[in-house]
Structures are given as C-alpha cells and as structure tokens.
C-alpha cells in the first residue's frame, strides 16, 4: 500500500515506559481528524510484540493506518532513531503536517525533524484548524495572556500539541497495520545508559490536562504536611500540583510545578494552598474555570485571580473542607 | 575546550508583558527586559566547569536586538570570556527556523566542543532549539539535564521527563540543554564587572553569517493572528470566621465542582 490519503495528518504516537501507547495519543489522533486523516507511527524495539497491539489501539483512536518502526535503536539512542523514521514516514505518506505531543522527547524529536526538513514548526499549540490554505495551529501564549494563531508559508507545518489540550476525539477505524523500513541517517546520537519509570500513584490523575487540580505552595511549611494538599485532591478526584517554591522545597518531584517554567494546566478547578500567586505560578494556572485558593495573607495576588477567596490558616480551613466533602457523600 | 553558552533576553516575568497587536512582536518598550533565568543557569554550568578544569573558554551567544547588549555584558561580568551578538533588524520576528539557522552558523565561526542552552525559554517557550542546532551541527543532542558532568571528550547527565529518568552520555562535541533543577547563577561582583568592559565583545549582522533572513524560498511560520484575552477579574474574598472550610465545600457544592 503505497497510496496515502492526499490530506494525510502524520502523528507520531508516543510510548509509555513500557510499550503501551501513551495517553497524548488519543489526542494527536483527535486533533489529526480535524484538519484530514490521521495516519500514525509508531516506532518500538522489535520483538517485544508491540506493533499489533499499538495498531490495535492507535486504530481505535482514530488512525487510517498505523505505520510501524521496529528497531533496537529507540532503546539506547536518544532522538535520532524517532527522527530518522518519521523522515522515512513522512517522505512515503507526503503528509500535510506532523503533529507530535509537546512533551520533552517531542519537541527534541519535532526541533531535529523540522530542522532536518527545514519545515516551520509551531510549538506548544492548544488547537488546531485548516482554512484555504492550510494548518492553522493555535496558541495560548505569556500566560494566557494571549491567543495567536500560526501557519506555514508554505509545505508541512509541524506541530507539536500540548498535552491534555485537545478534547476531541476521532472515531474509531478498521486496523491497518504497515511496517516500515528504517533508514538509518547514521546522525551521532546521545547514549540512553538507563531508564527508569518514575512512579506515580496510580489512582490519581495526571496533572496534564487535569479537570481538577489541587496544588500547594511553600505555606504548607514541610514534605509531611504536604500530605494535606493530596488529601484534598484524592476527595475531589483532583490531580496534585505545587508552586515552584514547593518543588525547590523538595515537597514534591519537579513535574508537579505548575507555571510559567512548569505545566500549564486549564481545569474546572483550581485549588490553590499556600500559594502566594506571583506572575510565574498563575502564568500557569490562570485559564482555569473557577480558582479557589487559601492564604493567610489578605493581599497575596492570588486573590485577585480567585473566584473563591478564604483568607486563613490551610491546616484548619482544608481538613474543614474535607471533612464537609466526606459529610456530603455519605 | 570551548563552551559556547546561548543567552537570550527576554522581557522579565516579574513585569507585565505585552505583544504588539499589530506585528505579534514583543512590545519591548511595555516591560524591563532581563538576561532570561535559564539562560544564566546555563551559564552557570560553564562557569563551575571552567573553575574546576584547566583551559576551559566560556563564550556567551546571543541573537539580540541591539540594545540588548548591556544585557549580555552581565554575563560577560559573571565570567564569560568573550561574547558574540547577532544584532540585525532584518532578524527581529526570526521563527525558530531562521533563529537556529543563523545561531547554528554563528557557532560554527566560533567553533566549539559543548553548547548549553537553557532546555525551554520564557517568552517563546519553544523548547525545541537545542534539538534544532544539534541537528544543524550534526552532534548529538542531550537536553533537559537537571544534572551534568563535562569531562575532556563527553558529557552526561540526568534527563528527568514525566515518567522516566535517564542517564545519558554524549561525545563532544554536543549540543546540551539544563532545566531549572541546576543551581542558581552566581552575580556578578565589582570585580567582574570592571573586567568585562574589556573583554571581547563582537557584534555580528546575518550577512556577516551568510544568512539571507528574507529568503522565500525556505518555508517559515508566519503568525496569522493575535488577540489579547481580558484579564481575569477577583471574585468572592472571606476571612476564615472558623467556617472558612465549609464555605469552600459550600461553593464548590453550588457550581458543581464538587
Ligand atoms: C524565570 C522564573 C520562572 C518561574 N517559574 C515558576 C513556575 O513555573 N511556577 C511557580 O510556582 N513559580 C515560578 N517561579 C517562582 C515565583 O516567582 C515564586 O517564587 C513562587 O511561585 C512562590 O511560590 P509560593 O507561592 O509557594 O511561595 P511564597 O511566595 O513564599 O508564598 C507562600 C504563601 O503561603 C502563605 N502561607 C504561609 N503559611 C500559610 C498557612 N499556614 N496557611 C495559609 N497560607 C499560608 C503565605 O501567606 C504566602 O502567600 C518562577 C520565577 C522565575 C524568575
Ligand atoms: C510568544 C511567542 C511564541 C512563538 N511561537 C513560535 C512558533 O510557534 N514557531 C516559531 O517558529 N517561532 C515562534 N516564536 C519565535 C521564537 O520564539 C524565536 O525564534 C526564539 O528566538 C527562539 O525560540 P524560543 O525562545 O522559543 O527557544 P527555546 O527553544 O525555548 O529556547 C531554549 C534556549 O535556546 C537559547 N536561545 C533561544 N533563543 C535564543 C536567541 N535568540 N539567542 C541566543 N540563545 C537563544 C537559550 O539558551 C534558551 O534558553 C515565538 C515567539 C514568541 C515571543
């Protein structure tokens, strides 16, 4: 099968630590069906049976095909192998833009593709759309602050997508597998000398593209108290986030920070504990729907983002609110 | 062994920042601009590595608007050897394409073994150029360490992404990036900012680089439209009257939050 649709959306599927296609997926795919039809890659070491099982579910999210990859390199080569195969993709599908998630193994793979291809990139976009004349991608840009809207002049946009920005969906589609053969460039690659997972309590949802997101700051004084902010996300469902001083604290790992040099989050709920509110926490934060926070100081600016304010002490207003919350479901 | 560390200007987050409605440009009159967080971090690492070996040369890169001079020079007085501006009105509104294009051709006249950047800036956000220049360098790329080891011939580090974390090595001459995990920069003293009056300080125009920034032919991003979003407004503010909790449940009960 050599005849790819004319309006073909290339999206690189990512991989989770071990195999299993990557949440953003869903919403590369989603977006791809928007602007044409998606056709998805997928590049993973061989053997390991993980081709089927990603065309399976790459196909369930929307893609007309999946092509795979299958080589060693992804294993011990940072970059460069995903580079190389979405060249090869791209090259055999002539793809009106490439859309890879914004996370750090995607933009480090959508930069040295695009450079490789001299293609424009738009980065970080929360939307995307096609008018005459082609990808149109959106962007939410200082803050929040402003929205644009950026194209190519001409030829493949490629895009990389934040993640948890897309809500649509793409309907399911017949599996349509096709491997790939891989070219290698030959291009000097970073050595992987190990991996490992980083754990995450299961049950809670990942901040990215959470609905609900409680976070705490410095205010929560200690690690150990920082326990009272995951106590309140687990009785509202919520994703746990922090301020950098939290992070810098060492409450909690760096991929919790929200902000302007952390994630950008956009929920229906946002809580802030503890939380002063300067420009670089709510550069992160300010989109959200309705902002509660608590602060025990009348005049920290995150008052003048919060839709509910409550000036007081967070280790007597939160185990008060949790307890009301439990109050409630029984 | 040369480092060359890339510093960018950016208008400082602590401040208001405005985009120009009519260009999309950064409006640079409506806030202070600084030498970007990151950017010092990376220098930073330079500087330790440059104390802690023999002949190691610390070079400051940046594209620039003219007045930003006065900036790079605060990483000139912090310890940098020398500095190199690429100051050109024809480059102000370069997409991510021509700005690597052009940094890429000016690190290859300086020549180098290890470039640090900072692994994501704080106005464009792009997160992307480390990976562009290495491409354009053709060296590995290592980015996002929040740890670093420089050695004779390698580099390694810690790479942290959301669910797994690396150890990886790259030979030099790479192409690195630092998150905001590496310590703060150092400031500048009295000392170093009387000595970098006289350290080298080139300015360099694209034509110097042989880069034609209005070259059609090389496709480009080109932003089609802006709007500002009207600032978000305070809401409901109480003092906690020992009922502060229940309010919340309250209200979160009311909007279906809860
Ligand atoms: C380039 C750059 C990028 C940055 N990026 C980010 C970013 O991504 N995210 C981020 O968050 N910050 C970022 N910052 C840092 C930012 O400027 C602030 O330093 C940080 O957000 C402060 O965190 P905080 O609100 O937890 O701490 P603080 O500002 O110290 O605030 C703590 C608050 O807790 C309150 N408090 C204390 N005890 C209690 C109590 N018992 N009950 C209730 N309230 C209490 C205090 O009144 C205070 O308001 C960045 C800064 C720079 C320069
Ligand atoms: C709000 C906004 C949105 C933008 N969106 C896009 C877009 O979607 N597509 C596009 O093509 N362009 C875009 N641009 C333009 C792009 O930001 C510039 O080309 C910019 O100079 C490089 O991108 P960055 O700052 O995002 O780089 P990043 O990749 O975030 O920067 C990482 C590091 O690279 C180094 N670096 C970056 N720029 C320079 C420089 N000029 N001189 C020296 N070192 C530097 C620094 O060490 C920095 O820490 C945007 C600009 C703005 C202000």
Known sequence: MTDYPADAILVLLETSPTGELAKSATGLLGA??????????????????????????????????????????????????????????????????????????????????????????????????????????????YGGAYNLESAATFGPLVVTVRQGAIESRAEARPIALETLELQASGAEATTIESVE???????????RGATRVVSGGRGLGSAEKFALVEELADALGAAVGASRAAVDAGYIPANHQVGQTGVSVSPQLYIALGISGAIQHKAGMQTAKNIVAVNKDPDAPIFEVADFGVVGDVFTVVPQLISALAERKR | MKIIVLVKEVPDTYGERKLDLETGLADRAASESVLDEISERALEVALAHAGSADGVEVVLLSMAPESAAATIRKGLAMGAASAVHI???????????????????????????????????TDGSGGVLAAMLAELLEVPNATALSSVEITADSVSGTRSTDDRAMRVSAPLPAVISITEALPDARLPNFKGIMAAKKKPFETLTAADLGIEPQDLSVASSIMTAIAEKP???????????????????EFLIENRLA
């Open chain 1, 197 to 207: 997972a980083i754990e995450e309590a299961s049950s809670r949802p990942e901040l």
């Open chain 1, 32 to 141: 791809a069906a928007l602007i044409g039809t998606p056709v998805a890659l997928a590049v993973t070491a061989p053997g390991r049976g993980d081709a089927q099982a990603l065309a399976e579910q790459a196909a369930a999210a929307g893609a007309e095909r999946t092509l795979v990859v299958e080589t060693d390199a992804v294993q011990t080569q940072l970059t460069v192998p995903q580079v190389d195969a979405l060249a090869a993709a791209a090259g055999a599908v002539a793809p009106d833009a490439v859309l890879i998630s914004n996370s750090i193994e995607g933009r480090d793979i959508a930069g040295r593709f695009a450079a490789r291809t001299s293609a424009p990139i738009a980065v970080d976009a929360i939307g995307v759309s096609r008018d005459d004349e082609g990808v149109v991608a959106r962007h939410s840009v």
């Open chain 2, 87 to 121: 100051a050109d009105p024809a480059l102000a509104g370069a997409d991510l394409g021509l700005t690597a294009r052009t940094l890429a051709a000016a690190i290859r006249r300086t020549g180098f073994d290890l470039v640090i950047t900072g692994n994501l800036s």
């Open chain 2, 231 to 249: 600032p978000r407004t305070a809401g409901v503010k109480i003092t906690d009257e020992g009922d502060g909790g229940t309010k919340i449940a």
